[in-house]
T-cell receptor
Framework: DADVTQTPRNRITKTGKRIMLECSQT?????MYWYRQDPGLGLRLIYY???????NKGEISDGYSVSRQAQAKFSLSLESAIPNQTALYFC??????????????FGPGTRLTVL | RKEVEQDPGPFNVPEGATVAFNCTYS??????FFWYRQDCRKEPKLLMS???SGNEDGRFTAQLNRASQYISLLIRDSKLSDSATYLC????????????FGKGTSLLVTP
């Protein structure tokens, strides 16, 4: 079984609809992240959470919100989807131990299309 | 100026060839460095961290030059299965939130 799972894997929706993307992990990591990837662009950070009570905005948080329901679950919501939110969305986790690099592990991605 | 820059390629090489990718980063305070591999429409997967002394993992060798602010990845004896996009990733700290991703370098290994 995959350590980081995302649902749905593909979603097509219409402008103005509310969408929730879900991420679950069995790695036991405290840190979770949401990224989006657009063609020709690098991954960009939307939100991140270092534990259940910690939520932080990333580079491109406008138009998105998140919820950290438990250590293992981190959801991304688009309150009113718009076409330029069409992208590939990745969830990631990491377990920084206070020294050395903080390696991130990615879920399989959700391909979202907003019409 | 983009924080992490890579030549997008594509690099087309025959099986068995040696190929090298470079990546430059703009912030001299960057602390940690990685190469990730991403197959088409799939998630990035860690290939290797990059250490100041350079490090090797089988056919892959990574080097870091802090003075010139660039990172390299060398792949020896290329395999068809090495075909992918290679992402250079730089972290302003050792903590995950400040990761900056390059756009990736595309490699195609041909028979």
């Amino acid at each position: 079984d995959a350590d980081v799972t995302q649902t749905p894997r593909n979603r097509i929706t219409k402008t103005g609809k509310r969408i929730m993307l879900e991420c679950s992990q069995t790695k036991g990591h405290d840190r979770m992240y949401w990224y989006r990837q657009d063609p020709g662009l690098g991954l960009r950070l939307i939100y991140y959470s270092f534990d259940v009570k910690d939520i932080n905005k990333g580079e491109i948080s406008d138009g998105y919100s998140v919820s950290r329901q438990a250590q293992a679950k981190f959801s991304l919501s688009l309150e009113s989807a718009i076409p330029n939110q069409t992208a590939l969305y990745f969830c990631a986790t990491s377990d920084y131990l206070g020294q050395g690099p903080d390696t991130q592990y990615f879920g399989p991605g959700t391909r979202l299309t907003v019409l | 100026r983009k924080e992490v820059e890579q030549d997008p390629g594509p690099f087309n090489v025959p099986e068995g060839a040696t190929v090298a990718f470079n990546c430059t980063y703009s912030n001299s305070a960057s602390q940690s460095f990685f190469w990730y591999r991403q197959d088409c429409r799939k998630e990035p997967k860690l290939l290797m961290s990059v250490y100041s002394s350079g490090n090797e993992d089988g056919r892959f060798t990574a080097q870091l030059n802090r003075a010139s602010q660039y990172i390299s990845l060398l792949i020896r004896d290329s395999k068809l299965s090495d075909s992918a996009t290679y992402l250079c990733v730089v972290n302003l700290s050792n903590s995950g939130y400040a990761l900056n991703f390059g756009k990736g370098t595309s490699l195609l290994v041909t028979p």
